[in-house]
């Protein structure tokens, strides 16, 4: 049973649509990172400029070329996607970081186990009168993950670097 709470409570965890601002994020960044936006996008400058280059009979262009209203609203559009894209980012990068946390503590629980098998059948041996030939890899395969040294030479890796 402990082992389904686990699961459950690593699905939540990796679960970042949780609030109405993730939800958001995510909705725009599925919308502006689309080939059916850029299709839109490219219609929208198509469509602004026919409206404004005298193309169309009896049409008053609002905008006529240079087009200083549409080249300030790409300017306003390229600030709030260049927004988008770093909050994006951003959160891609908490998402990486917590996969990692997990896949290292899933680790770590697998290395436990593995050790306490190798010890039961260590045991086992013993028990059924097997003779042991002093296996010295066995002996430092049955020791126990220290976790502290890892994080301690991962640090020391870093700060060399």
Same mark, same amino acid.
């Given at each position: 049973?402990?082992?389904?709470?686990?699961n459950?409570?690593?699905?939540?965890?990796? +679960?970042?649509?949780k609030?109405?601002?993730?939800?958001?994020?995510?909705?725009v960044? @599925?919308?502006?990172g @689309?080939?059916?936006?850029?299709? /839109?996008?490219?219609?929208?400058?198509?469509?602004?400029?026919?409206?404004? /280059?005298?193309?169309?009979?009896?049409? !008053?262009? $609002?905008?006529? $070329?240079?087009?200083?209203?549409?080249?300030?609203?790409?300017?306003? $559009?390229?600030?709030?996607?260049s927004? @988008?894209?770093?909050?994006n980012?951003?959160?891609?990068?908490?998402? *990486?970081?917590?996969?990692?946390?997990?896949? $290292? *503590?899933?680790?770590?629980?697998?290395?436990?186990?593995i050790? !306490?098998?190798?010890?039961?059948?260590? *045991?086992?041996?013993?028990?059924?009168g097997?003779?042991d030939?002093?296996? !010295?890899?066995?002996?430092?395969?049955? *020791?126990?993950? +220290?976790?502290?040294?890892?994080?301690?030479?991962?640090?020391d890796?870093?700060? @060399?670097?």
């Amino acid at each position: 049973m402990r082992r389904r709470e686990t699961n459950t409570e690593l699905k939540s965890s990796l +679960d970042f649509n949780k609030t109405t601002a993730d939800r958001f994020t995510n909705a725009v960044a @599925s919308a502006f990172g @689309s080939f059916t936006f850029l299709i /839109c996008c490219i219609l929208f400058f198509v469509v602004w400029a026919v409206l404004n /280059c005298h193309i169309v009979p009896n049409l !008053k262009p $609002f905008d006529p $070329f240079p087009f200083q209203i549409l080249e300030m609203l790409v300017s306003l $559009f390229a600030i709030i996607l260049s927004v @988008s894209v770093l909050i994006n980012q951003n959160r891609q990068g908490k998402i *990486e970081k917590l996969q990692q946390q997990i896949e $290292f *503590e899933v680790n770590v629980r697998a290395e436990d186990e593995i050790t !306490k098998t190798l010890s039961m059948l260590h *045991e086992i041996q013993h028990h059924l009168g097997i003779k042991d030939k002093g296996d !010295k890899e066995l002996e430092k395969m049955k *020791e126990s993950t +220290d976790i502290h040294e890892i994080h301690k030479r991962i640090d020391d890796g870093e700060s @060399s670097a």
